[in-house]
């Protein structure tokens, strides 16, 4: 069971089903509470005040509650995420989205192996409308991972370390091995061997970007199925 919690111009609030019974919880102890002082209560003047008391703070506090516990756990829960093996490199690469209610982007790429996790962010905007994100196997051992509008980095599963690519870096070797990417509202990883190459530049040119062939102004999945 859902609760949906209309906010006006800034949109509604949607809480799940975990969140609604946190609202329900949270007004059964209140009424609880209620009833406990008030049978220790003899005058009538303090039991009404009490009473108008509690019947004020129900509602604030029921919204209140559900709606922190909202922003807490965008904060800490990605709202999409997606991982993958890291063939022969005994890692995995995992690809992280948040709602965040400020300048950050939401992006995340983290690198886990037996001996840590690494967390980096990325710099690109509104993954809600451009999530996808390409991963490239390097003949030494890294991996590249380039994103929209050329937010495009080195990842070291060794070293556990994630730097910006710089441009002009050689690309005619990599091997493509897949691309983040939405499917059915999910963010999931599209293989190599399901579509081809591509990543978005949503329109801005930059010939000394690595991996020129791989890069278009959009990237549409049924136009890149084989």
């Not at 859902?2 to 111009?9: D, F, R």
């Not at 994630?162 to 002009?168: A, D, Q």
Request: net charge neutral.
């Amino acid at each position: 069971m859902s609760l949906q919690i209309n906010l006006g111009e800034a949109g509604t609030l949607i809480l799940d089903e975990q969140s609604t019974q946190i609202v329900i919880v949270s007004a059964a102890g209140i009424v609880v509470l209620l009833i406990l002082i008030l049978t220790r209560m003899q005058r009538t003047k303090a039991r009404l005040l009490l009473i108008a008391l509690v019947i004020t703070a129900v509602p604030i506090l029921a919204v209140c509650i559900p709606a922190s516990w909202y922003v807490v756990r965008s904060m800490l829960i990605p709202a999409k995420a997606a991982e993958i093996e890291l063939p022969d490199l005994k890692s995995t690469l995992r690809l992280e989205f948040y709602l965040h209610w400020s300048t950050d982007s939401g992006r995340y790429l983290v690198v886990r192996n037996s001996a840590g996790v690494v967390r980096h962010h990325l710099a690109a905007f509104d993954w809600t409308h451009w999530p996808r994100t390409s991963v490239y196997l390097v003949n030494d051992g890294r991996v590249a991972v380039l994103g929209p509008t050329y937010d495009d980095y080195i990842v070291d599963p060794k070293r556990r370390s994630i730097e910006p690519l710089w441009n002009g870096t050689p690309s005619d070797t990599w091997t493509y091995f897949g691309a983040f990417d939405f499917r059915n509202e999910k963010l999931v990883f599209v293989p190599a061997s399901e579509q081809r190459e591509c990543t978005a530049t949503r329109g801005i040119t930059d010939p000394s970007a690595a991996r020129p062939e791989g890069r278009s102004d959009r990237c549409d999945q049924e136009a890149l199925k084989y």
